[in-house]
């Protein structure tokens, strides 16, 4: 168990963009912090080189306090599943539980005790015996959990375990996995693109973008407070309405509408609107119906409105409002976010009620 | 109303007769395979006889000339046994009912067999396994004085010959084709081409040259020239065949093996190689094969009777203007066919494989 540090940590490869351009970050012991972004913002880079596999362009990364950049990847006793478990097909399930234990000074009896016990703990004790092909998606991702938790390690990556599960045992190894990572107090890192995977099985989430950390926090925080145009549009299910507009003095004018604003700001602004935020309630702005989806316990509609094409949420299984029903959409003010179009970054900006 | 329904687009068809089509499909698909299965039959015999005649020959041809009526009368009893075998085959569902009617179709063969053809086998010719004076009895001493070593000689020239090519190429191929298939390095894509161009270069045009490097260096007439400008030959195009198996390969699991606390080394040993195992095998067998069956550059360059291999051997047993034994010779050859047709059937699952080239988990 170890407590990571990451310092202005860079990787370049040769002819191309950095792929992580500078990403500060401390891990706490035995915390479990997901890392957030898209396809190509420099995760899984920094994974790797957490790993040990990628040598890090400049920057500095320490466990517990001690600086580890020049250390092999065999000698970092770092854990990680891949997104493709890569569990080695020539082995037997205990054979692979037991590979990362080949290179210590262990007894094979005493090895394979442990082995067993993981096996135990992940529930996969019933499988020892079969090779990687004869086991289904879930098991194998058991297996690769329990591979990387052997020999004990300081630090568990994960990288996007949970991408190739089908829905429903995701689920399950969503609070497997969270409870392997309690019973054992491991500092674990988790890279997803799934927002659901990160906040539901994180204490803190993590969210990178073009290579940077655009924001970290509880995954409350990001979705209420996010820094960035980013960070809002990529947290949130269905997304944030997003609208260009524009400040001037007391009254920010999007598209129709005019809203007053209670502190004065002026330039090209970004407003958002979470669809779960909005209301059809009295006194609220005029909006067309084109589109009901229901989605369950809820359902989602689009609207033409002053602000422009605009979604929202409304609970309930029955879609209440039908296409072409006129209705009056309202927002409390302090749900609204101002972003400044320039920098992207979150303003201080209330709207006035 | 007439004109209305003239027009409309989802005018339902008759309904049709499923039974004829079910009746065309099944007469489609019996054509198609008995043309298929005539094809390849046709095609197969110029490739089966020559063997099979080679086989006849070996074990009934006695001094003094060949003849072929023992090839037709087997063939009069085997090709009917065949052709029946392959429709009970094609029309018999069950597979216990195919199995005793190849076995009844094999003892009524094998007793027509040794009722006509029994008493004309004889293994007089394979006389060369035991005794290496067998040439003076054909020829005149004068002609043949001691000059053929024994056919062991050449049998273990011929193995020590393939199987050090079959390591020489397995291991150099092997990490040949690991590096470049997984380190990026200055010139890789031009080292690439470079084997390919190798590969097509005709060797043969490089045989005087050869010759000459191999008198100057003193490796001229020895087994270890001959082996190692035939590994030279070769290995361009079995790194390339050992980089595309290694290329199948994923990523992650070396990685992973590095992170539990593999070295590079371990990690290859442990985990790759494993994974290569029907590319290495495939590998094996054709470097074996290509050596055993090697004959320009052998004769070329190996010149004492002592450091001929197994096909110097049948040339010489061959070679011979006063009339030659076909018997021995054809004895001889089946000798020499027997160690790479063993190899071929025991390998045989793996070669077939080798043109896929891929990794099953």
């Known amino acids: 168990m170890a407590r990571v540090e990451l310092k202005n940590l860079r990787k370049e490869w040769l002819g191309a963009t950095a792929a992580v351009a500078g990403v500060d970050l401390a891990i706490e012991d035995g915390a479990f912090v997901a890392v957030l972004g898209p396809s190509g913002c420099g995760k899984t880079t920094t994974l790797m080189m957490l790993a040990g596999i990628y040598q890090p362009t400049s920057g500095e990364i320490t466990f517990d306090g001690a600086r580890v950049n020049d250390v092999e990847a065999r000698g970092r006793n770092v854990g990680i599943v891949f997104q493709s478990y890569a569990l080695y097909p020539n082995m037997s399930v205990l054979d692979n539980i037991m590979f990362p234990l080949r290179f210590k000074a262990i007894e094979r009896a005493d090895a394979e005790r442990r082995a067993r016990e993981i096996a135990a703990l992940v529930r996969v004790d019933v499988l020892l015996d079969r090779r990687p092909s004869q086991l289904s998606g879930g098991q194998q991702q058991r297996v690769a959990l329990a591979r990387a938790l052997v020999k004990r390690p300081h630090l568990l990556l994960l990288d996007e375990p949970l991408s190739n599960l089908d829905a429903g045992l995701r689920l399950t190894m969503r609070t497997e996995i969270r409870r392997i990572q309690r019973e054992l107090g491991v500092t674990t890192i988790l890279v997803t693109h799934d927002q659901i995977e990160a906040t539901t099985m994180a204490d803190r989430v993590v969210v990178m973008n073009g290579g940077r950390v655009e924001q970290e926090g509880a995954a409350e925080d990001l979705y209420e407070r996010p820094d960035t145009l980013f960070v809002a549009s990529f947290i949130g299910s269905p997304p944030i309405n997003l609208f260009d507009g524009a400040a001037d003095g007391s009254v920010l004018s999007v598209h129709e509408a005019r809203i007053p604003l209670a502190v004065s700001a002026s330039g090209p602004i970004v407003l958002g609107l979470r669809p779960e935020s909005l209301q059809v309630g009295e006194g609220g702005t005029p909006a067309r119906v084109t589109a009901a989806e229901p989605m369950g316990r809820e359902v989602l509609y689009t609207a033409d409105s002053a602000f422009g094409v605009i979604r929202f949420l409304e609970a309930g299984a029955e879609p209440r409002h039908r296409e072409g029903d006129n209705v009056p959409l309202g927002f409390a003010p302090e749900s609204a976010l101002v972003f400044d179009k320039a920098s992207g970054r979150r303003l201080d900006v209330r709207i006035a009620a | ?361």
Not at chain 2, 198 to 218: C, D, K, R, S, V
Request: net charge positive; charged share 10%.
């Open chain 2, 1 to 361: 109303m007439a004109t209305e329904h003239s027009i409309a687009v989802g005018t339902p068809a008759a309904r049709p007769d499923w039974q004829a089509l079910a009746r065309r499909t099944w007469r489609t698909r019996f054509t198609g395979q008995s043309a298929l299965l005539a094809f390849l039959v046709v095609v197969s015999v110029p490739i089966i006889l020559p063997y099979f005649w080679m086989v006849v020959i070996a074990f009934t041809a006695r001094t003094g000339g060949v003849g072929s009526d023992v090839l037709w009368t087997a063939c009069a009893v085997i090709v009917p046994a065949v052709l029946v075998y392959s429709l009970v085959h094609m029309s018999v569902a069950s597979s216990r009912l195919r199995l005793a009617t190849g076995l009844i179709l094999l003892a009524i063969t094998g007793t027509l067999l040794v009722a006509l053809v029994g008493e004309r086998l004889h293994l007089n010719n394979f006389r060369f396994l035991w005794r290496a004076d067998f040439v003076e009895e054909l020829r005149s001493k004068a002609t043949s004085g001691a000059q053929f070593p024994s056919v062991w000689r050449a049998f273990f020239n011929s193995l020590a010959l393939a199987v050090s090519q079959t390591v020489i190429i397995l291991t150099v191929a092997s990490l040949a084709g690991y590096y470049i298939s997984r380190f990026a390095f200055r010139g890789r894509n031009a080292f690439l081409q470079g084997l390919l161009v190798l590969h097509a270069f005709p060797a043969m045009t490089l045989i005087i040259p050869i010759f000459l490097m191999l008198y100057w260096i003193g490796l001229l007439d020895t087994i270890i020239g001959v082996m190692l400008v035939l590994a030279a030959i070769e290995l361009p195009f079995y790194v390339f065949v050992m980089k595309g198996f290694f290329d199948g390969v994923p990523w992650d699991i070396e990685m992973s093996a590095m992170t539990d606390g593999a070295t590079r080394r371990q990690a290859f040993r442990l985990v790759v190689l494993p994974q290569v195992r029907v590319g290495l095998i495939a590998v094996a067998v054709f470097a074996f094969i290509r050596a055993w069956e090697e004959y320009i550059f052998v004769r070329t360059f190996l010149i004492e009777n002592t450091n001929w291999v197994m096909s110097l051997y049948l040339f010489w047993v061959a070679d011979d203007v006063m009339g030659v034994d076909y018997g021995i010779v054809a004895a001889v050859a089946v000798f020499y066919v027997l160690p790479s047709l063993l190899l071929y059937v025991f390998c045989q699952k793996y070669l077939t494989q080798m043109t896929i080239g891929g990794i099953k988990g």
